[in-house]
């Protein structure tokens, strides 16, 4: 059967136009860049995303603040490659951040952790000299997270105090991923009843249930919006602080 002119037409154009929209996802979006001060030239374990020393020392410690990406804290975690742009300066792969921070520059996207500063320039002596520039043009994109061996993890925070109140932060989730939503199954009442994002990542519920405490977590990303849930239990003597492995990877 012979197909219409018209939708010829629009066949052609989606064919056309395919190539474009895929390349836009991975497409660069300009913006500038700055470092804060640390002793060790680590993250800061004081995080607004509240990961703790996770925010510190993950990634080897390349971290970034972000203002504009925070989305109220549902950009903690993100992965971002970060190019500069003076040629004589810059590596041309940049170098690879995790959000685990808000922080707010001169008309930045990224305040980046020494570490991760440094890893701008193409050498020592331009990664020095970035540093005396302070604030540097960059160009950037999302990409996906990597942690390779690792599973994802809930990590309990350390404001948590067993039996009556229950913090969690999520950690080591893979790929291109916005937590959204954390929900705790209510035995009682045989229904998921929703975790409050307290603040950054960290999602709480007060009086939690005394046995074993089962969660799950809601992700967005170009899938779509669903539900994860944690294939372990996190036991009924939970400590503060501790990280119990959900057995999940999402890629």
């Known amino acids: 059967m012979e197909l219409g002119l018209k939708y010829q037409l629009c066949l052609i154009c989606a064919i056309l136009l395919l190539p474009a929209l895929c390349s836009s996802q991975d497409s660069f979006t ?8 640390s002793p060790d030239c680590y993250g800061n374990p004081r995080g607004a995303c509240g990961f703790g020393e996770y925010g510190r020392t993950v990634n080897d410690g390349s971290v970034a603040g972000v203002s504009r990406l925070w989305r109220n804290g549902s950009g903690c975690g993100a992965c971002y490659q970060v190019r500069c742009k003076l040629s004589e300066y ?7 951040v995790v959000a685990t921070d808000y922080g707010e520059g001169d008309r930045t996207d990224f305040v980046m952790s020494p570490r991760g500063y440094s890893r701008l320039g193409r050498n020592a002596d331009a990664s ?18 990597s942690y390779t061996g690792y599973n994802i993890v809930f990590k309990v925070h350390e404001h948590s105090k067993n039996p009556d109140y229950f913090a969690v932060v999520v950690l080591f989730l893979d790929g291109i991923y916005d937590i959204t939503a954390v929900e705790m199954w209510q035995e009682d009442c045989q ?18 249930p005394s046995g074993e405490i089962y969660l799950r977590f809601q992700v967005s990303g170009s899938a779509g919006i669903y539900w994860v849930q944690s294939k372990n239990a996190i036991p009924s003597d939970w400590k503060a602080g501790a990280a119990y492995d959900t057995l999940v990877q999402l890629n």
């Open 30 to 37: 300009d913006s500038r860049a700055t470092y804060y001060g």
């Open 90 to 96: 810059c590596d041309e792969n940049g170098a690879y």
């Open 128 to 145: 020095a000299a970035l540093f005396k520039y302070g604030v540097v043009d960059i160009e950037y994109r999302r990409v996906p997270c």
């Open 191 to 208: 229904e998921w009843r929703p975790m409050r994002r307290a603040f950054g990542a960290v999602f709480d519920y007060s009086n939690p």
